[in-house]
């Protein structure tokens, strides 16, 4: 399930405020942060985005 587009357009990365890529609607929901030095991927939980920066992925 895809996040709503206006919630999207206000979200931002907590690390580096960059916008927030939604990967929502793959295997394993998650906004990807598209700053070209963070990378971070939050998760998202029931649809429910997580942006905390102890919960994030981190680039590979």
Known sequence: MALEAGL???LACPA??????DRS???SP???CTGD????AYPVRDSIPVL????A???A
């Open 37 to 40: 030095d963070c990378g971070l």
């Open 52 to 55: 905390l920066v102890d919960e």
């Open 25 to 27: 609607a793959a295997d």
């Open 57 to 59: 992925r981190r680039p």
């Open 8 to 10: 999207l357009e206000i």
């Open 30 to 32: 998650e906004l990807l």
């Open 16 to 21: 580096c405020h960059s916008p927030l890529e």
